[in-house]
């Protein structure tokens, strides 16, 4: 087609595009056909009229195609190159001609589109006749259907009909029976009320029978007759009896409603006392709000001045409770009632209130807040979960260091406060024992200068002894009596000196207490002439070790640890101060005897 | 827990008197008075017949022993050994004889109800009230023993006559609502007589001492209606159980119904306990972990219990009574409260092997005792609450707020258990076999 447009103008351009348009139309038919459309818009009497252009008319084709290009809007005018030639103005030609060929080309496009157009127009058309096709055959089923459903329900509905006959038969019967079970029944009882009288008749007949018989058999043996079981004499039935019966019946009755009506007053009591309680609780309840969530309108003015009324008319029942009239009764209740109705009126504004809240909640917020709970939760759990499993392993590490023997560290750690402790009470100790150590450094000088004196008196003494004694031989004539009386002397000698140790042994615990309270108080030891020897001492030494032990126990706790920390020395410092007391008491003692 | 050697009865005729110091015990045609405490006889009667009745005077002095068969009636003196008195009603016949509240008269109901006779053993005087009428329970005597409440019929219509137990004197005469009276039961106090209709008809009226009607119950109609009905020891409540498996329960100043106890097949309160008594062959290892089972037997009685503890979805056999006989093996029969009133204890027909007891507090179900075999009697503790009850096995089972126990009754041969009665101190049980009993002596440190 292409080829055919480029063509077509060149022919015309040559000038003898009539021929070679007839020639097209004669020679190529089938292009023609092709073209049909093409040339429809061109006259068709092209062949039939002859040429449209004559050599004759071209001047009037040139108008005459002026015009028609006029009219179709096309402003370049075609003009004879000359007005005698046949020639033409080759350009506005031209450009006609290329204008018509835009218009012609544009038609073409134009109509392939409303072809396609057309086509799809007559797919959907067919696609809407298959539609309607199917539609119709589905209405017609359904129409069939309809008629089916139609028929089933006449069918039902002469069932129904046939079972309501059969129910009305049934019910005919039931209601025959029930006359006949009815008349069965009065039969049944009318017989059975015969049968009774005849039973009765027999039964009369009986007894007159038995006592006109008299029977002998009939009979009581008594031993002898019984008293009566609350001991009175049984008396004749007199009227009085008879109104003492009905007076007594009627006392039991009335006691006992007297009763039941004790109770039901308590009851009662009780159950106003808390109705009391309930209208005083619900004023309470009702009477601070009423302002707030009705203030406004006259209606809620008009309550609060009616709920102000009834206050007072629920004081006014209180006060009038005790008495239990009716009226205010009535009150009570009626104001009961009423501020239950209020009570509930507000509930239910609250409930609405709350139910409203709660839509309103639900829209917007409650899965969300679901979700965050239950994150919330998950993530709770987990911390407790953590927080166990750390406590677990807590628990682990803590048993296997006690399971293993303590290393080195915790050890220190554990000792570092016992020793920090004990350190303390050991300075604290050991200041005591310093100053102890001081009073017994004063005691032992003492002691020594007391041992030293006492040796000078010693040896003093045996100067003297001696002496005496030379004496005491030189007047003695015969030697046993010499003898006896020097044994004699000295088993005195022996008394006296011994006479401490005994005491010593009898006042133990005393000592003990003094040695224990009174160890560096002691008075200063005032030496006589008359102290014992140093033998003497340590013999009453070598007794210390039977009451050391029950010193121990005796003495404070200090002591005792301090001869654990230097042994030999606080034993030596200790016997040291016990035979220093010792000896002190036992001078004194002497003194005492001697004196 | 204690049990006492075995003795021989006949006709289950065992009662420890009103004082609760003898225990007489009928054997053949003899009668055995012991003392409780030492259980020595103390006096040995011979009477001239097999005795089919025998009771206790009130004052504990005297011994009725009936014989039916022989139209005769022999009393015996508890403290006059050789004092004797024999009543013979002669041709007339005899089918029930009862001591009057005071203990010194005797009446004696005559061969087809024809009459009532009164014996005075003080004056030896005969009365004779006419036309009493044959029923469940014809004739009640009030607690305080002032009057006596009889069921008359005449002309086809029902009467009760309150007589005044001292004089014998007609008090009130009146005719009741009934189509065909059944039963009457004086209230503890005295002051309400419960009179309930047959089972025809669901009926219960309530009647003033003076006669006058106080209010009539009904709970439905057209089927069978009361079958038992029992009033609580403190006159409060009036238990009526019926045919349709339920225990209503009235009050006494409305008369109108408070709740009702339904006896359903299937149990599915976790407020109420299940102990089912299982009986433990070879296997002591219960298979079954979700049952608990209980033992506090060690502890209280010293026996293993043989209950366990179901989880509330339980189910109860049921046994369907055959509609086409009379008196349908359904409905609540037995009724007891305990003697503070607190719980009532009920069997329904139909479940023969379970026992039911409420709390009269709560108005609900407390304890249910599925047994494996059918409930012959329970009886409550005068004293205490605490229920004991056989089901004709060598077994004594015990229930009481704290548990459940079984304990087996360690007599020679085996005693089975038919019947039981508390003495009135609560502190012994005797046992009631078919030819034995035995007396069982409860711990004085459990409760």
Known sequence: M????????????????????????????????????????????????????????????????????????????????????????????????????????RHMSSLEELEREQLKKSSTLDHVQMNNSRLKDQLEL????????????????????????????????????QSIIASRASQYSHDAKRKEREAAKLKERLSQLLVDRKDKKLAIDVLNCLGRSDGKRSHWRTAKATVGHEGEMYKSLLNDYEASQRTLVLENAELKKVLQQMKKEMIHILSPRKPSPRGATADDSQEQA???????????????????????????????????????????????????????????????????????????????????????????????????????????????????????????????????????????????????????????????????????????????????????????????????????????????KSSTYTPFSTPKPSLSATVPSTTELYRSLRLMPDSSSSRHSNRGRWQESSSIEDGDVGVKSKNRVRSGDLSIFSLGEDENSLA | MNFSEVFKQSNQLCKVSPDGKYLATCVQYRLVVRDVSTLQILQLYTCLDQISHMDWSSDSLFILCAMYKRGLV??????????????????????????????????????????????????KAVSYIKYPKVCQKGADFSRDGCYMALAERRDCKDYVSVFVCDDWHLLRHFETETQDLSGLEWSPNGCVLAVWDSCLEYKV?????????????????????????????????????????????????????????????????????????????????????????????????????????????????????????????????????????????????????????????????????????????????????????????????????????????????????QSLSWHCSGDSLILLGKEQLCLCYMDQEDK
């Open chain 2, 74 to 123: 022999q009393v015996w003196s508890m403290e006059q050994p050789d004092w004797h008195c024999k009543i013979d009603e002669g041709s007339i016949g005899l089918v029930s004889s009862r001591w009057s509240p005071d203990g010194r008269h005797i009446l004696n109901t005559t061969e087809f109800h024809l009459r009532v006779t009164v014996w005075s053993l003080c004056t």
């Open chain 1, 306 to 512: 009616n709920s102000d009324g009834e206050e007072k008319a629920g004081d006014c029942s209180r006060e009038t409770l005790d008495q239990s009239c009716e009226h205010a009764r009535e009150q009570l209740a009626n104001s009961i009632r009423q501020q239950w109705r209020k009570l509930r009126n507000h509930m239910e504004k609250l409930d609405s209130q709350a139910s409203l809240v709660q839509t309103q909640l639900e829209c917007n917020q409650e899965l969300i807040l679901r979700e965050t709970h239950e994150d919330e939760m998950e993530r709770m759990r987990r911390e407790v979960q953590q927080c166990k499993e750390f406590i677990h392993a807590q628990q682990q590490l803590l048993q296997q260091q006690l399971n293993t023997s303590f290393d080195d560290e915790t050890a220190a750690l554990l000792n570092d406060c016992y020793t920090l402790e004990e350190k303390e009470r050991l300075k604290e100790e050991w200041r005591l024992f310093e100053e102890q150590k001081i009073n017994f450094e004063r005691e032992r000088k003492n002691f020594t200068e007391a041992a030293i004196r006492l040796g000078r008196e010693k040896k003093a003494f045996e100067e003297d002894r001696a002496s005496w004694l030379k004496n005491q031989f030189l007047n003695m004539t015969p030697f046993t009596d010499r003898r006896r009386c020097s044994s004699s002397d000295g088993q005195s000698a022996l008394s006296i000196k011994s006479e401490p140790e005994m005491r010593m042994s009898s006042t133990k615990t005393p000592l003990v």
């Open chain 1, 142 to 177: 359904s129409m069939r259907e309809k008629s089916g459903l139609h028929e089933t329900e006449r069918q039902l509905q002469l069932k129904i009909k046939t079972l309501q006959s059969c129910l009305k038969t049934e019910k005919d019967e039931v209601q025959k029976l």
């Open chain 2, 205 to 417: 009226l309530l009647y003033s001492l003076d006669g006058r009607l106080l209010s009539a119950y009904s709970a439905y109609d057209w089927s069978l209606g009361v079958k038992s009905v029992t009033w609580s020891p403190s006159s409060q409540f009036l238990a009526i159980g019926s045919y349709d498996e339920k225990v209503r329960i009235l009050n006494h100043i409305t008369w109108k119904k408070i709740t009702q106890f339904e006896h359903v097949a299937s149990i599915n309160s976790t407020k109420a306990v299940v102990y089912k008594e299982v009986e433990k062959r070879t296997a002591v290892g219960s298979d079954d972990l979700s049952l608990h089972n209980i033992t506090i037997g060690t502890t209280l009685f010293n026996t293993q219990s043989k209950y366990e503890i179901c989880p509330p979805p339980v189910q109860i056999p049921v046994v369907k009574p055959d509609p086409d006989r009379a008196n349908p093996k359904i409905g609540v029969s037995t009724l007891a409260f305990s003697s503070d009133s607190r719980y009532l204890a009920t069997k329904n027909d139909n479940m023969a092997s379970v026992v039911w007891v409420w709390d009269m507090q709560k108005m609900s179900l407390v304890a249910v005792l599925q047994q494996t075999s059918a409930v012959r009697c329970f009886q409550w503790d005068p004293r205490r609450p605490r229920l004991a009850l056989c089901t004709g096995n060598t077994k004594l089972y015990l229930w009481s707020p704290a548990g459940c126990v079984s304990v087996q009754v360690p007599a020679e041969g085996g005693l089975q258990v």
């Open chain 1, 2 to 105: 292409g080829e055919w447009w480029t063509t077509g103008p060149i022919g015309t351009s040559v000038g003898n595009y009539e021929i070679s348009n007839i020639s097209h139309v004669t020679m190529s038919p089938s292009r023609q056909n092709n073209l049909a459309s093409m040339y429809s818009s061109l006259p068709l009497s092209y062949n039939v009229l002859g040429a449209f252009c004559t050599e004759d008319n071209i001047p009037q084709c040139v108008s005459y195609i002026n015009q028609e290009l006029d009219a179709l809007g096309l402003s370049t005018c075609i003009e004879a190159s000359t007005p005698r030639a046949a020639g033409l103005n080759s350009v506005p030609a031209l450009n006609a001609m290329y204008e018509l060929m835009q218009i012609h080309r």
